[in-house]
């Protein structure tokens, strides 16, 4: 399924250069003499900690100090980073940046500091964090600071430009480099050491002088020609925890063992190891009598004195299997191996406390520190040679002397994971409650916690945001922050997956510890764990800060159908989840801005919001996006071959839409070369035909290894209701309806060459997309070989209006027909669905097309009712439970902006001018409506009832300038 996939990518950067594909190559050598530009000053140097910037998980503090005598006419700081920074001022969070950015074109923020400085001595404070992986919102470079500004200080000015002199710069120790990813998506989690941190070097106090100058990198030209921030920062207001759930004592049940491994080159393309590479290891278990005990293990394959182990996953402990163990009294032989899903394996097991045991790798019942064995990382041939080919399990014998034999796991390689940890906590009975009006300030006793304490909570929905924790007396405690979108069975752990394990570490080494993670969390349900308390500790404050892209609700939705509201209520929370520095396709596991998703968020926002700003960066980021086929990506910013054919499709859709909203014709002329490329390549896939038509298995035929195949199409329904094989009917009109896009937009910007080449295409394919028509069943097939007969086929050709009058009636039969149940077993999605949460965007749009209102909100009211129904607060990924699946991903919002568009029945006939509004609802069930939805002047209010069965207004307002003509 979708997104399950681990990729790897190639774009690994150097000592020196820069690996880009080498279409990227070029362009970013064709920007390198524009760096100095007019917005950054001459003197103004990207710095560092060393004169490279590279390396894995990279942090770095900068700090600036200078006097304030008098008033501050002005002080103004540009800045950014690479790939992300924190600014304090006097010790105080100010702001986080820059936004998601191509490293050819980044882009800067400017900060107003007047309201934080103070009359005397004053500290700018940045916390750097390079990435130095693939994440599907960044791309690999190197770490570097640059800022520039001025501070006027009466007759005085204050150079804020950053140099070899004019600040300080020290590396992050505090920070573990090698910590698991968050998710195959995301930057690394956070294992913070406050023993290793600077104490109070973000404070006015702090001297200077404890920090040394900073080093400007050999390689100033790694960033293209800058451009200022074109979208307003996250939005910063305090998320409310709707419920304290529990607090729990630890139980000291289970002893952990685990181990931790660097595996760089498992996030490589063409790693040469191939899908089978593995880890083994083993150790010895000491029995004191011949007994049956259940072992904990995170997964792979074990084996135990030579039996392969069996095991079920714990519903109450998501990620443990537990498997019986048959121990014989004496050391008996452990084995097992795992296959790397991270490039930072760690691995995990738990053993009773109280039966007995002694784990020694050496078979030594005292003092072993050295409690697995593992196999050595060596070069793929010499394990494909000498490991992959021996069986399974390795004889306790074996040495691996010829690979260099087994490597020592000690206590100083154990695993730090908040997630698997958390996840297998085991609790006392609950001795105290909590409450909101007691939270702040409470006290963690000694007394009542001896072994730790686990406090959970529940913010209601899912939220992008900081946790921010302040700790009193904390001295040798271990607190883990775990999040998560859904609980176990028991409703006391959180449910964790191994594509997702979002946690942070924090070790105390002080009695008072403030907190927040670099980076903000996806946070529904909220886990603080202490562990190793020594005395009583105080929680003094804990707040949730809200990370996403500002927005205010304009649209409002209330209809006689109650159920239908709630459907537009979740749909909104979904949205406004996922709307950070772009458009991202959920707000916990992956936050990649992906292209089908943002179209989709981008038409919820015209019903919800009106927002603009953030479309327009979607769209400049695709545009910079293409790969060497020149299709734009189908998740950026990222490298490698992660095109999806039919998504670089939808961006013309997208296009359109925004210019349709807008009128914005200088980004279509800016970018218009990239446009026609991504098309160019459809066009030139077509000519392999006489009739244009699109095939689906393009990619097998070319021998081509495209990431989720030739067809994306309608991902997680009934298989055997759409074939997505063959010369394929949607798409074929997903290209044509492409094709009408990109005809329209170069009408708009006067492309004549483009217009008459479009124009020639589109006459073509629409005749030839006749082909699928079946005049037998009255419908169109899903390809040339009749295999299926979905109702997508008939919708797309509605969409595009290559339908013909006469075929019109019985394709609206067939339609309705095939869609009068959206689950296969008519009630809930156990035995499939026949469309997902996400195509429903284009089912719902042909729906209304073909003036199908009825079958459209049926569908809604069976699928999102499901949701509903089953206690979801947002929009999952699929009509599914799966915990491998996002809980709150918009691309299943749709239903927000088609309830709104047809019941509001708000239409703009002459866009994009938006001035003229026709009224025209779409709907037979609905006896009353009141609304809004968004205008670029203000809102427009409607509101309706029936009488005799017609619509009769109450009212429509519009905002001043605008006509309404129906």
Not at 226 to 232: G, M, Q, T, V
Not at 428 to 454: A, H, M, R
């Amino acid at each position: 399924m979708r997104r399950r996939d681990f990729v790897a990518y190639s774009g690994i950067a150097m000592a020196g250069s820069w690996l880009w594909p080498h279409h990227l190559q070029s362009e970013i050598l064709e920007t390198e003499s524009q760096i100095n530009q007019s917005e950054v000053p001459k003197n103004a140097k990207f710095i560092w900690y060393d004169s490279t910037g590279l390396g894995r998980n990279l942090y770095a503090n900068f700090r600036k100090s200078f006097l304030i005598e008098g008033k501050v006419e002005s002080a103004i700081l540009s800045l950014f980073a690479d790939t992300s920074y924190q600014l304090f001022v006097n010790g105080q969070f100010i702001q986080q940046g820059p936004i998601r950015f191509d490293p050819r074109f980044p882009v800067y923020d400017t900060i107003d500091l007047t309201p934080f400085l103070v009359q005397g001595k004053n500290v700018i404070a940045v916390q750097a964090n390079y990435f130095g992986m693939q994440t599907y919102k960044s791309i690999e470079n190197r770490g570097g600071f640059i800022a520039w500004g001025v501070i006027k200080n009466g007759n005085k000015s204050i150079n804020l430009d950053t140099n070899d002199k004019n600040w300080r710069c020290t590396k992050a120790k505090e920070y573990s480099k090698y910590v698991q990813k968050l998710s195959f998506a995301l930057n690394p989690t956070v294992i913070f050491d406050q023993k290793n941190e600077i104490k109070s070097w973000k404070s006015k106090d702090f001297e200077d002088s404890k920090i040394p100058l900073p080093i400007l990198l050999d390689n100033q030209k790694s960033w293209g020609k800058f451009s200022k921030r074109n979208i307003p920062y996250m939005s910063g207001h305090e998320v409310k925890i709707e419920k304290f759930i529990h607090i729990f004592p630890l139980l000291n049940e289970y002893t952990y063992y685990s181990f931790s491994i660097p595996l760089p080159l498992v996030a490589e393309d063409n790693n040469g190891y191939g899908n089978d590479f593995f880890i083994s290891f083993f150790t010895w278990i000491h029995s004191e009598t011949e007994q049956t005990i259940h072992i904990g293990r995170f997964w792979g394959e074990n084996w135990l004195n030579g039996k392969l182990l069996g095991g079920i996953d714990s519903q109450t402990h998501s990620m443990r299997i537990l498997s019986e163990a048959k121990l014989n009294k004496g050391w008996n032989y452990f084995f097992g191996k795992i296959g790397p899903y991270n490039d930072v394996l760690n691995h995990y097991f738990s053993f009773p406390s109280n039966k007995g045991l002694t784990i020694s790798a050496n078979k030594l019942l005292n003092g072993d520190t050295v409690f697995f064995k593992r196999q050595p990382i060596v070069e793929p041939s010499a394990f494909n040679k000498l490991i992959s080919t021996k069986n399974l399990p390795f004889d306790s014998n074996d040495t691996l002397s010829d690979v260099g034999g087994w490597v020592d796991v000690t206590i100083d390689d154990k695993a730090e994971s908040p997630c698997l940890e958390t996840s297998w906590d085991c609790y006392e009975e609950q001795v105290e409650n909590l409450k909101e009006e007691t939270f702040q300030g409470f006290i963690i006793k000694k007394e009542f916690y001896p072994n730790g304490c686990s406090i959970l909570m529940d913010v209601g929905q899912m939220n992008l945001a900081y946790p921010k924790l302040q700790l009193k007396n904390a001295k040798n405690a271990t607190i883990d922050l775990t999040y998560s979108e859904q609980l176990c069975e028991d409703g006391q752990h959180l449910l964790h997956s191994f594509n997702y394990l979002p946690g942070d570490r924090l070790i105390c080494s002080e009695d008072n510890f403030t907190w927040m993670p670099t980076h903000p969390r996806g946070i529904k349900f909220i886990k603080i764990t202490f562990r190793n308390i020594l005395q009583d500790i105080t929680l003094e404050k804990f707040e949730i800060i809200s990370a996403n892209y500002p927005t205010t609700k304009i649209g409002a939705f209330s209809s006689s159908d109650q159920l239908l509201n709630a459907v537009w209520e979740m749909c909104y929370r979904t949205q406004k989840a996922n709307m950070e520095d772009a458009y991202v396709d959920c707000s916990g596991r992956e936050r990649g801005m992906y292209l089908r998703d943002t179209n989709i968020q981008y038409f919820n926002n015209l019903a919800l919001f009106g927002d603009q700003k953030l479309m327009r960066r979607c769209l400049e980021l695709y545009l910079q996006s293409p790969d060497n086929t020149g299709k734009v990506r189908a998740v950026f910013p990222n490298v490698g071959n992660y095109t999806i054919a039919d998504f670089s499709l939808n961006l013309l859709d997208g296009l359109k839409e925004y210019f349709n909203n807008t009128n914005d014709k200088a980004l279509i002329i800016d970018y218009w070369d990239a446009i026609v490329g991504n098309l160019k390549w459809f066009n030139d896939l077509s000519d392999e035909r006489e009739d244009n038509l699109l095939d689906a298995e393009w990619d097998k035929k070319h021998n081509i290894d495209a990431h989720y195949g030739g067809f994306h199409g309608d991902l997680g329904i009934e298989p055997n209701s759409l074939s997505i094989k063959g010369i394929h009917c949607v798409f074929s009109i997903t290209y044509l309806i492409a094709l009408q896009s990109a005809l329209y937009l170069a009408k708009k910007i006067n492309k004549t060459t483009q217009v008459n080449e479009y124009s020639k295409r589109i006459e073509k394919l629409s005749n030839s997309i006749q082909k699928f028509w079946n005049p037998e069943l009255g419908c169109y097939s899903d390809n040339l070989d009749r295999t299926t007969h979905s109702p997508h086929a008939s919708l797309f050709a509605i969409r595009a209006g290559v339908i013909k009058p006469e075929q019109l009636e019985s394709s609206k039969k067939h339609i309705a027909s095939k869609l009068s149940y959206l689950f296969v077993n008519g009630y809930n999605p156990d035995k499939g669905v026949y469309v997902s949460p996400s195509y429903m965007f284009y089912i719902l749009d042909g729906l209304y097309k073909a003036d199908l209102s009825d079958v459209a909100e049926n569908l809604i009211r069976q699928g999102w009712g499901w949701c509903l129904y089953n206690g979801f607060v947002t929009t999952p990924e699929y009509f599914d439970k799966n915990p491998y699946n996002s809980m709150c991903h918009a691309w299943s919002a749709s239903p927000v902006y088609y309830l709104s568009k047809y019941i509001i029945g708000v239409n703009y006939p002459e866009a994009p001018n938006l001035d003229i509004v026709s009224v025209a609802p779409k709907t037979n069930s609905i006896s009353y409506f009141e609304g809004k939805y968004p205008h670029p002047k203000g809102e427009i209010e409607v509101k309706w009832h029936r009488e005799n069965g017609k619509i009769v207004f109450d009212y429509i307002n519009v905002p001043k300038g605008v006509v309404v003509r129906n």
